[in-house]
Structures are given as structure tokens and as C-alpha cells.
């Protein structure tokens, strides 16, 4: 059964501290690790997805790595307008392989 | 372009009633999933549409919940018997393929 593990829970960041949020996970066979931002009372909105160890992806601020065990989401330099919750989700191959499983997520605050 | 959108965004309603959500998938999409989100976690799959039918309705917590997109594009959840352990936040996600899934707003359901 797929799992994944988010850390920490919670992490208050002042404006221009820069961090990581980790996404571990286990699962057969990976075909996608994906990252989604949920702001308080929304749906979670698409960031990145990654498809193999070693992968790199960048959107403003924010940088996704990949290895055969983890993710993390690099936040360079964070605004108080990042701060939401931050949910990692994986995806296996074979059978159902369109069926996300989440973590928890990590609830992000960005003080100014 | 129009996202995923769902109906009502709040639903409140007393413990044996019946309750439809309905989710309308971004135009095109073939792909339509709904998940539940509780407090404090990441949303859990719970059916899987491919065109009209259900391939997937494993995540169904019982037969209470059932599913139904008679044309390919809007998809009704429907619950019988609401029960106060019903309450949480009910996401639709479409996407074109096995490909990223785009999540709408939600709907509340708060069974009192």
C-alpha cells in the first residue's frame, strides 16, 4: 500500500527565510510525485509534478527535487502570500494508477 | 479557461437525509475523480470515472455512496442516510488522461 509521510506538520517562516518541506514516500513503482498548494477553504491547486530520481522543477519562489525515497519543496526567500498548506501525492504503476495518494500536507505561515 | 467547478460550495443538512454534490470537470477532460478531505488531512480517493462509467469505486466508504456521470461530464455524488461521520470536504478532480488532476473548490457537507 502506498504511503506518504509529510514534515514537519507546521512551520512558521519569517519573510525571506528560506526552508524545505520534505514528502516521504513508499510505493510500487512510481509514476509521479506530485506537489499542490491548498489555500484555507479551497481546492488544492496543481504545482509541479516530478517523474523520476533526480528531477528538478522551478516556479517562482518554489523548487521541487525528487529521489527514490523523497521529495522536498524548497522555498527560496518566502512572502506571507506562500503561506497555505502544502500536500505532496503519489501515484504507482500498474493497476489503478490513477488513484492519488496524499499526504497530510504541511501547513506553511510566512510572517512579515 | 474554466476550472473544475462544484455545487453547492456549503451543504448542511440533518443526520438521514439524503444529499447530492454535483462536480462539472473542466471541458474536455475524460478523467473525473472524487476524493474527501477531512480536517487536518490530505483528501482520499473515492471513485474514479473514465468516460461515463466508474472504473473504480473502491474507495467508497459503503453502499450509502454512490456516483453516477450519465453523460461523460457532469458527475453527481450521491449520499443516502447521512450520517454525522459524513461530514468533511467533498473534492472533484478531472484531468485529460492519466494526466495531472485539477481539483475544484469543494463542497462543505456538515451532517448535524
Known amino acids: 500500500e502506498d504511503q506518504v509521510t509529510q514534515s514537519p506538520e507546521a512551520l512558521r517562516l519569517q519573510e525571506g527565510e528560506s526552508s524545505s518541506l520534505n514528502c516521504s514516500y513508499t510505493?510500487?513503482?512510481?509514476?509521479?510525485l506530485f506537489w499542490y498548494r491548498q489555500d484555507p477553504g479551497k481546492g488544492p491547486e496543481f504545482l509541479f509534478t516530478l517523474y523520476s530520481a533526480g528531477e528538478e522543477k522551478e516556479k517562482e519562489r518554489l523548487k521541487a527535487t525528487l529521489t527514490k525515497k523523497e521529495s522536498f519543496l524548497h522555498i527560496t526567500a518566502p512572502k506571507p502570500e506562500d503561506s497555505a498548506t502544502y500536500l505532496c501525492a503519489v501515484r504507482h504503476s500498474g493497476g489503478s494508477n490513477y488513484k492519488l495518494t496524499f499526504g497530510k500536507g504541511t501547513l506553511l505561515t510566512v510572517n512579515p | 479557461g474554466a476550472g473544475v467547478s462544484q455545487t453547492p460550495s456549503n451543504k448542511v443538512t440533518e443526520k438521514g437525509k439524503y444529499v447530492e454534490l454535483r462536480c462539472d470537470p473542466i471541458s474536455g477532460h475524460t478523467a473525473l475523480y472524487w476524493y474527501r478531505q477531512s480536517l487536518g488531512q490530505g483528501p482520499e480517493f473515492l471513485i474514479y470515472f473514465q468516460g461515463t462509467g466508474a472504473a473504480d469505486d473502491s474507495g467508497l466508504p459503503n453502499d450509502r455512496f454512490f456516483a453516477v456521470r450519465p453523460e461523460g461530464s457532469v458527475s453527481t455524488l450521491k449520499i443516502q442516510r447521512t450520517e454525522r461521520g459524513d461530514s468533511a470536504v467533498y473534492l472533484c478532480a478531472s484531468s485529460s488522461g492519466v494526466g495531472e488532476q485539477f481539483f475544484g473548490p469543494g463542497t462543505r457537507l456538515t451532517v448535524l
Open positions: 510505493v510500487s513503482g512510481l509514476r509521479g
